[in-house]
Nanobody, 115 residues
Framework: VQLVESGGGLVQPGGSLRLSCAAS????????MSWYRQAPGKERELVAT????????YYADSVKGRFTISRDNAKNTVYLQMNSLKPEDTAVYYC?????????WGQGTQVTVSS
């Protein structure tokens, strides 16, 4: 199983970023996918989850209305569109899959929101 995130960077408050997670080594179309984040000194928290077919989506209250999770099963990729970014969104963002009773994580991508 391999999960490779990309798309992080430095952005000003109010700006946007789109994260991507390229998946391989498992049946992507059969797995729900999630994005988590971890800010310095804080626990890792769930940001968003998308179901297998993309019909069921969960968002943390802190990102509702600003972030959009989506997936392309043909490309084995899950995305996180982040709009209206705030300094408190600064964190390392991780792609996650739960496969055969095991957790799999990407290496993470840093998102920094600062003026």
């Amino acid at each position: 199983v391999q999960l490779v995130e990309s798309g992080g960077g430095l952005v000003q408050p109010g700006g946007s970023l789109r994260l991507s997670c390229a998946a391989s080594g498992f049946t992507f179309s059969s797995s729900a996918m999630s994005w988590y984040r971890q800010a310095p000194g804080k626990e890792r928290e769930l940001v968003a989850t998308v179901s297998v077919a993309g019909s069921s989506i969960y968002y943390a209250d802190s990102v509702k209305g600003r972030f959009t999770i989506s997936r392309d099963n043909a490309k084995n990729t899950v995305y996180l569109q982040m709009n209206s970014l705030k300094p408190e969104d600064t964190a390392v963002y991780y792609c996650h899959a739960y496969i055969n009773w095991s957790d799999y994580w990407g290496q993470g991508t840093q998102v920094t929101v600062s003026s």
